[in-house]
């Protein structure tokens, strides 16, 4: 048996601790309900949108990492990096935590700017 979580009760779960601590969240994207992965968008009042996905590790568990960060001067970029992310990967939940310092809530320490 894999030690994995499920996709949605780790969805549920990161989308109720953010509203438990006075944030929004919303899924952008349904993926498949056990086995499908998680991208997330995090910002702060819908400004500094980072993308964390989990990349293999050379330990060979999976790590949050920062895979793309909206640019201010092209913040529709950013949009269609989530459209083209989300039809390569019907199973991928897409999921947006608008919470200050929310890279905490997936145990990464909050990038100082």
């Known amino acids: 048996m894999e030690g994995r979580l499920p996709a949605h009760l780790e969805a549920a779960a990161l989308i109720r601790q953010t509203q438990a601590e006075g944030g929004f969240a919303a899924v952008l994207q349904k993926g498949e309900s056990e086995?499908?992965?998680i991208l997330l968008v995090l910002c702060e009042n819908d400004t500094n949108a980072r993308v964390y996905e989990r990349m293999p590790a050379p330990d060979g568990d999976r790590k949050w990492t920062?895979?793309?960060s909206q640019?201010?001067?092209n913040k529709a970029e950013?949009?269609?990096y989530l459209t083209?992310?989300?039809a390569q990967d019907r199973d991928l939940w897409?999921?947006?935590l608008d919470i200050a310092?929310?890279?905490?809530l997936i145990g990464l320490p909050v990038p100082t700017s």
């Open 94 to 96: 897409i999921i947006e």
């Open 101 to 104: 310092q929310g890279e905490r």
């Open 84 to 86: 083209r992310r989300g």
């Open 66 to 68: 920062l895979s793309r």
């Open 78 to 80: 950013f949009g269609e």
């Open 35 to 37: 086995a499908g992965t």
């Open 71 to 73: 640019d201010d001067e």
